[in-house]
C-alpha cells in the first residue's frame, strides 16, 4: 500500500516561490517514475512534473518555472515552484506515474495579491 504525505503549501503573491515535499512509503521508490499533479476549482487533476531514473519532463503550463527532483534516500520527491502566476493556483498532489492506489491529501496552493 503506496502511502504519500504532501507538504509545503501555502498563500503566495505572483512571482513568488514555493517548494513543495511529498514523502512516500509502502513503495520501492527509487526505481519509480513519480508525478507531481495538480487539481484546481473546477478542473480535471493534471500531471505538471514527472520524474523517471534519468529524465524530467513538465507540462507547457509550467515547463522553465518548475523544477522537479527526488532524494531517494528519504523517499521524497519535491518540486521547486517559482515564478508563480494566480494560475497555479490548485491542490497539489504527488503520485507513481501512472497514478496508483490512494491519493494523499494534497498541499493546497494559492498565489494572490
Known amino acids: 500500500q503506496v502511502q504519500l504525505v504532501e507538504s509545503g503549501g501555502g498563500l503566495v503573491q505572483p512571482g513568488g516561490s514555493l517548494r513543495l515535499s511529498c514523502a512516500a512509503s509502502?513503495?520501492?521508490?527509487?526505481?519509480?517514475?513519480m508525478g507531481w499533479y495538480r487539481q484546481a476549482p473546477g478542473k480535471q487533476r493534471e500531471l505538471v512534473a514527472r520524474?523517471?531514473?534519468?529524465?524530467?519532463n513538465y507540462a507547457d503550463s509550467v515547463k522553465g518555472r518548475f523544477t522537479i527532483s527526488r532524494d531517494n534516500a528519504r523517499n521524497t520527491v519535491y518540486l521547486q515552484m517559482n515564478s508563480l502566476k494566480p494560475e497555479d493556483t490548485a491542490v497539489y498532489y504527488c503520485?507513481?506515474?501512472?497514478?496508483?492506489?490512494?491519493w494523499g491529501q494534497g498541499t493546497q496552493v494559492i498565489v494572490s495579491s
Open positions: 509502502g513503495t520501492i521508490f527509487s526505481i519509480s517514475a
Open positions: 520524474i523517471t531514473i534519468g529524465s524530467t
Open positions: 503520485n507513481k506515474d501512472p497514478p496508483a492506489g490512494t
